[in-house]
T-cell receptor, first 113, second 112 residues
Framework: DAGITQSPRHKVTETGTPVTLRCHQT?????MYWYRQDPGHGLRLIHY???????DKGEVSDGYSVSRSKTEDFLLTLESATSSQTSVYFC????????????FGSGTRLTVV | DQQVKQNSPSLSVQEGRISILNCDYT??????FLWYKKYPAEGPTFLIS?????DKNEDGRFTVFLNKSAKHLSLHIVPSQPGDSAVYFC???????????FGTGTRLQVTL
């Protein structure tokens, strides 16, 4: 969806380095989410935000932090990347009305070596 | 504790036939269910949804069935087309902030 942009699309990083993934939306949606997709696990929620500066943990939040200083941007930071964080990361947004669920970005493929 | 399960990791169906994808959930309090489709190198896209007050919802070739007593959700695609080849995730709304919990996905391949 053109309204959600994730950057970078691909990244290779070394173990122990910090990494920040960015999600930018032009939809003015209130809610934003970070998921990771792994074989055999589907999509798992890392963190989510229900407004500027309002964030909370999902089911797999260990090793990750987030920030949302503006409605349009939601940043995911891996404080010290580990090989277990090699994954595809998806950002999603949702406006607090309607029943069609989320709109997802195209994903960021992160490889930690 | 997996709240949403898709027990078939993959499914192969001939073009023109019916594809049936299944999903089981654990909590009878869930009240809204969705299906997403995902192509490689793209994000998931919304396909169809159903609320717990219904047992069927249809949109063109796609129909979702809900069996609340069995806690079972299924997606029927009729007729299946090669462009339907993708990974399909079922999802449920859980908790606050409209969080979606996803199943593990089923990879559908529609063959010629």
């Amino acid at each position: 969806d053109a309204g959600i942009t994730q950057s970078p699309r691909h990244k290779v990083t070394e173990t122990g380095t910090p990494v920040t993934l960015r999600c930018h939306q032009t939809e003015n949606h209130r809610y934003m989410y970070w998921y990771r997709q792994d074989p055999g696990h589907g999509l798992r929620l890392i963190h989510y935000s229900y407004g500027v500066k309002d964030t909370d943990k999902g089911e797999v939040s260990d090793g990750y932090s987030v920030s949302r200083s503006k409605t349009e941007d939601f940043l995911l930071t891996l404080e010290s990347a580990t090989s277990s964080q090699t994954s595809v990361y998806f950002c999603a947004t949702w406006q607090d009305r309607g029943l069609s669920g989320y709109t997802f970005g195209s994903g960021t493929r992160l490889t930690v070596v | 504790d997996q709240q949403v399960k898709q027990n078939s990791p993959s499914l192969s169906v001939q073009e023109g036939r019916i594809s049936i994808l299944n999903c089981d959930y654990t909590n009878s309090m869930f009240d809204y269910f969705l299906w997403y489709k995902k192509y490689p190198a793209e994000g998931p896209t919304f396909l169809i949804s159903i609320s717990s007050i219904k047992d069927k919802n249809e949109d063109g070739r796609f129909t979702v069935f809900l069996n609340k007593s069995a806690k079972h959700l299924s997606l029927h695609i009729v007729p299946s087309q090669p462009g339907d080849s993708a990974v399909y995730f079922c999802a449920i709304y859980t908790g606050t902030a409209s969080k979606l919990t996803f199943g593990t996905g089923t990879r559908l391949q529609v063959t010629l």
